[in-house]
Nanobody, 132 residues
Framework: EVQLVESGGGLVQTGGSLKLSCATS????????IAWFRQAPGREREPVSC?????????????YYKDSVKGRFTITSDSEKNTVYLQMNSLKPEDTAVYYC????????????????????WGQGTQVTVSS
């Protein structure tokens, strides 16, 4: 059974930090790109970050960050634990959303992230709330 389980969400004040985890099982982790998406109330789901399957855990990994999170969020992975993390620093109220991780046999370009059917497996989401 394929599972992606997010954890680490919560309520923080502006400027605070959270580290989200996406624990995966049931598929070949090294064959899939892992992405983080988020959806705020009344807004469309948007990609936040992504790490490709190739060269993951190395400096050569292909990564994506939404412009508004560059320099604040960092995506990392642990292939031994089949887990991807999203370290979120300097959080802002506009980061408030439900954060989902997804896995796809695809890349991490903006084009790939914009095609929903390329992301085969999804987690249930974790709520992140940033108070002002």
């Amino acid at each position: 059974e394929v599972q992606l389980v997010e954890s680490g969400g919560g309520l923080v004040q502006t400027g605070g930090s959270l580290k989200l985890s996406c624990a995966t099982s049931g598929f070949t982790f090294d064959d899939f790109a892992i992405a983080w998406f988020r959806q705020a109330p009344g807004r469309e789901r948007e990609p936040v970050s992504c790490v490709s399957s190739s060269y993951r855990d190395t400096l050569f990994a292909d990564e994506y960050y939404k412009d508004s999170v560059k320099g604040r969020f960092t995506i990392t992975s642990d292939s031994e634990k089949n887990t991807v993390y999203l370290q979120m620093n300097s959080l802002k109220p506009e980061d408030t959303a439900v954060y989902y991780c997804a896995a796809g046999e695809t890349g991490c370009s903006s084009a790939h992230l914009s095609v929903a059917w390329l992301w085969k497996y999804w987690g249930q989401g974790t709520q992140v709330t940033v108070s002002s």
